[in-house]
T-cell receptor, first 113, second 114 residues
Framework: NAGVTQTPKFQVLKTGQSMTLQCAQDMNHNSMYWYRQDPGMGLRLIYYSASEGTTDKGEVPNGYNVSRLNKREFSLRLESAAPSQTSVYFC????????????FGNGTRLTVT | AQSVTQPDIHITVSEGASLELRCNYSYGATPYLFWYVQSPGQGLQLLLKYFSGDTLVQGIKGFEAEFKRSQSSFNLRKPSVHWSDAAEYFCAVGAADSWGKLQFGAGTQVVVTP
């Protein structure tokens, strides 16, 4: 029962570098999400994908792009990392129903220097 | 737009004592309300959820929460805290037309002392 798997667990980038955070779920969920967690701010939605083939912006999308590769995988890309993107990133998935809870991965801790 | 306030950033409680975490929300329609717990280095785990019906909901690990529409609150309680309950707790609100697009509170850090 892997659930939601995120890679890598930790990453350090220099300003201007790019990287992709990977996320895969094995629960056959339709919807997937990327959140970032910053101290004192809770979690904020970056992008989400209601179903395979669709993606939409969340609350804080600037500086990020996403790809819903297939039903299982949803990646988050930082094209040119900035120190303001230092955060813990969580991927989540759910059924496509409003009362369906989110299932979270264990997070990726990203530091941009 | 919905919003969530968790007034307490940090709470210290003795093992065996009761715990109550406060959550206030702002939302025009009937909200979908959740409590999640995050242990260090882990993702968030759902404790309980409220959509409709009985306003007192039971969750995992002995937690319960009560929805009070008149006070726009959804407070989390546990009668007797265990050391393993030390974690960060997040309240979240969602809407019927927004799958997974939850608005999270800033979180409450719970420390359990012997």
């Amino acid at each position: 029962n892997a659930g939601v798997t995120q890679t890598p667990k930790f990453q350090v980038l220099k300003t201007g570098q790019s990287m992709t955070l990977q996320c895969a779920q094995d629960m056959n969920h339709n919807s997937m999400y990327w959140y970032r967690q910053d101290p004192g701010m809770g979690l904020r939605l970056i992008y989400y994908s209601a179903s395979e083939g669709t993606t939409d912006k969340g609350e804080v999308p600037n500086g990020y792009n996403v790809s819903r590769l297939n039903k299982r995988e949803f990646s988050l890309r930082l094209e040119s990392a900035a120190p303001s993107q230092t955060s813990v990133y969580f991927c989540a998935s759910s059924e496509r129903e409003s009362n369906s809870p989110l299932h979270f991965g264990n997070g990726t801790r990203l530091t941009v220097t | 737009a919905q919003s969530v306030t968790q007034p307490d950033i940090h709470i210290t409680v003795s093992e065996g004592a009761s715990l109550e975490l406060r959550c206030n929300y702002s939302y025009g329609a009937t909200p979908y309300l959740f409590w999640y717990v995050q242990s260090p280095g882990q993702g968030l785990q759902l404790l309980l959820k409220y959509f409709s019906g009985d306003t007192l909901v039971q969750g995992i690990k002995g937690f319960e929460a009560e929805f009070k529409r008149s006070q726009s609150s959804f407070n989390l309680r546990k009668p007797s805290v265990h050391w393993s309950d030390a974690a960060e707790y997040f309240c979240a609100v969602g809407a019927a037309d927004s799958w997974g697009k939850l608005q999270f509170g800033a979180g409450t850090q719970v420390v359990v002392t012997p």
